[in-house]
T-cell receptor
Framework: KAGVTQTPRYLIKTRGQQVTLSCSPI?????VSWYQQTPGQGLQFLFE???????NKGNFPGRFSGRQFSNSRSEMNVSTLELGDSALYLC???????????????FGPGTRLTVL | SQKIEQNSEALNIQEGKTATLTCNYT??????LQWYRQDPGRGPVFLLL?????KEKRKERLKVTFDTTLKQSLFHITASQPADSATYLC???????????FGKGTKLSVIP
């Protein structure tokens, strides 16, 4: 079974631009979560989608948004980029069934975003 | 506010010894606690999940304990090997929250 894939792997943007990152979950997984990872703050939760619905959102400004498609693929968008948005953006998928645990997360390799 | 602390940023241990990593939390009532391993340049990899009503979980050389009274989880790697060198992350999940909150991790180095 193929793992979680993220595109692009590396991205360089300038302040004020916007960016869209893509995530393809493991086949059969319906939940997709996004995280931002920086050396100072560690892994921080951005949002989670299940069957095209956002079930939870982290404490990030409205410039960060996401969506999920009917095939469970997900995209996240960051508008008006700031220098502080430079980070590794990780996508994770899980079975996401409604009962019990959120389930173990299967992470992709991440997209390294650099904002100049 | 919710806070998760992993005992140290870095831990060095001799090969063959048991590594013990600590995860403490405050202002949180997690229903589940997970441990992940992350290697440089890669996404985290799931290791173990333990529920709030479980005291201990084992998987091969790994053992996790969960004490909701102390608000602490301990993660043990027995007979540690250089290949165990990585950053280990604990993550908490509230019931029905659909969110994992991660600690900043402990970088483990196993010295031959």
């Amino acid at each position: 079974k193929a793992g979680v894939t993220q595109t692009p792997r590396y991205l360089i943007k300038t302040r004020g631009q916007q960016v869209t990152l893509s995530c393809s979950p493991i086949s059969g997984h319906r939940s997709v979560s996004w995280y931002q990872q920086t050396p100072g703050q560690g892994l921080q939760f951005l949002f989670e989608y299940f069957s095209e619905t956002q079930r939870n959102k982290g404490n990030f400004p409205g410039r960060f948004s996401g969506r999920q498609f009917s095939n469970s693929r997900s995209e996240m968008n960051v508008s008006t980029l700031e220098l502080g948005d430079s980070a590794l953006y990780l996508c994770a998928s899980s079975v996401g069934s409604g009962s019990g645990s959120y389930n173990e997360q299967f992470f992709g390799p991440g997209t390294r975003l650099t904002v100049l | 506010s919710q806070k998760i602390e992993q005992n140290s940023e870095a831990l060095n241990i001799q090969e063959g010894k048991t590594a013990t990593l600590t995860c403490n939390y405050t202002n949180y009532s997690p229903a589940y606690l997970q441990w992940y391993r992350q290697d440089p340049g890669r996404g985290p990899v799931f290791l173990l999940l333990i529920r709030e009503n479980e005291k201990e979980k084992r998987k091969e050389r790994l053992k996790v304990t969960f004490d909701t009274t102390l608000k602490q989880s301990l993660f043990h790697i027995t007979a540690s090997q250089p290949a165990d060198s990585a950053t280990y992350l604990c993550a908490l999940e509230g019931a029905g929250s659909y969110q994992l909150t991660f600690g900043k991790g402990t970088k483990l180095s196993v010295i031959p």
